[in-house]
């Protein structure tokens, strides 16, 4: 099965690009040299540790220390590159595309390892989704901006689509590596599409339910 | 042992009312139908999870597709029918009693989970407490609301009371149906009563320590 | 093998320091007893547990209810004698000083359960600073403080130095117990001298990148 050349491919790729990610994070808050490792470790590892955890798993970065390695090189270069990216491009759009390209090979790996494990489908889609925004999710926290949950933008949106094309292709006999570059293409199409075009899906527009504040008032008169 | 057929529906019981409470916090912040389902999934599934990886247990909705798919379901119905709540009652108190029914669930399930894997009656208490919580929690993290702890209600507390009733009985040979069902009543009643009459503990009310800027300001003059 | 001996008492340490921590978080925000003792639990055992978890141990405070007793008991302590503290000396030193003996407990226990759960050196080395780190990191997003992590302090740092020293004079054939020492009280030393001389390591110094904000009206600019 080919699938055991390209999953450690993939978890290298999606290692390296999450902490290019959660180094840039730190290069936004100007902390320091050891901060940007641990960023970029935390968001690199994060969601390939949340899978692993979930499906019972040995956690992939214990017995390889390459993975840990690569995402500690990965912060050191960032450090001393970032700046470099400046003028032309802001850090913020090259974290956007860097995010992109480890959420789409999170999403089919977090699929593709919950299959191996004998998950069903839905459970493998829903795990290929958690995992690749769950690294984002921790940066975010980490870092206390904005989570990329409520910015309204596709993000899982396009984890689902391609970790279910993935699942799809895969129980309909696919080669393992012909059905990962499409559900990875497909993950990287849908989230490259709405950074660079504004794809939204449409919001809830009802009247938002009241804000704790407003109701706790309006309790409060009602007693008087 | 008849706890074989209540644990289950217990679990669905509290991944689709904690589901309900994802969405509705969703909802609050007018996002996506995707966004919708990932906050009900998360919410719906994340304390049951944290409490099988804690105890070593296989996680629950991983083996039985059945947990992620009604966590979908239920926010796919409040996307459409949350609006339908707001002119009688606010979708936050609503969210709250939802919340209440799945803490008193989650607390006698992780209670009962941990003692079926051999824990002390303490841990199982506690296992139960923060099980019970920890929906709400992440749910609250990735909503970047005011996290429930803060907020001084009465919840860990109704949490910690159901469990611990639960254990008892279940310590003095009780039959688990029983048991569960008072230990349910019990931290439901709790919760139920502090929402109906701001029933609270007694706040710390010592003077608080001072905070970081303050600290820092006073130790720069210190050295002048 | 002297370990066995060592590690128990670390975790007890780590976990009653870390628990006072919480608790003193607790009581910042002026929160009842009950939440003194959740926050001093999560914070108490959180760190070991993630540590756990990650290496595929059974949870350490599962089976020995004395962790989750100790953590309980040193929250309600602090719940009735923080204010003796505040007189001399804020709340937030202490907290600071009580953090640093848990945290260099926990990256020489992180790395010494590491090691002998086969890890490689640099995993090894990184559980450690993980753990150590973990329990402050849950404890400020529960309480919705600036993390630890963006106060651009030497923490994390401290954490692996002590866990380095650890692993390689465990490499070395150096005594358990005394490389448990040594690099115990490099990780304190280092964190003490940076509470105590504010030393710093230097701050990414560039421009930052754009916030998101700025970005997103840039591009909108560019558009029209």
């Given amino acids: 099965m080919d699938m055991t050349t390209i999953l450690p491919l993939l978890d290298y790729l999606g290692v390296a690009v999450f ?7 730190a290069s936004r808050k100007q902390l320091d040299l050891v901060a940007f490792c641990f960023f970029g470790v935390a ?14 798993l040995p956690v992939f970065w214990i017995e390889d220390q390459t993975y840990v390695v690569a995402a500690v090189l990965a912060a050191v270069v960032i450090y001393f590159t970032a700046h470099l ?13 860097a995010d992109a390209v480890g959420m789409a090979a999170y999403a ?13 489908a839905v459970p493998a889609v829903m795990l290929g989704a958690v995992t690749a925004s769950f690294g984002g ?17 596709i993000y899982i949106s396009a984890a689902i689509a391609g970790a279910a094309l993935f699942v799809a292709l895969a129980g309909l006999g696919v080669a393992a590596s012909v059905a990962a570059l499409a559900g990875g293409a497909l993950a990287f199409g849908v989230r490259g ?23 706790e008032t309006r309790r409060a008169k009602r007693r008087r």
Same sequence: chains 1, 2, 3.
């Fill in 19 to 25: 902490a290019v990610s959660g180094a840039l994070a």
């Fill in 43 to 56: 968001t690199g590892v994060g969601g390939g540790t949340l899978r692993d955890l979930v499906l019972g």
């Fill in 85 to 97: 990216f400046h003028a032309a491009w802001s850090r913020y759009r090259l974290l956007l595309w």
């Fill in 108 to 120: 089919v790996m977090g699929a593709a390892k919950a299959l191996e494990a004998g998950a069903p």
């Fill in 137 to 153: 999710v921790i940066r975010d926290i980490l870092a206390n901006e904005p989570s990329v949950l409520l910015r309204r933008e």
């Fill in 193 to 215: 599409g709405a950074l660079a075009f504004d794809w939204r899906l449409p919001a809830y527009r009802n009247p938002p339910g009241r804000s704790i504040a407003e109701t």
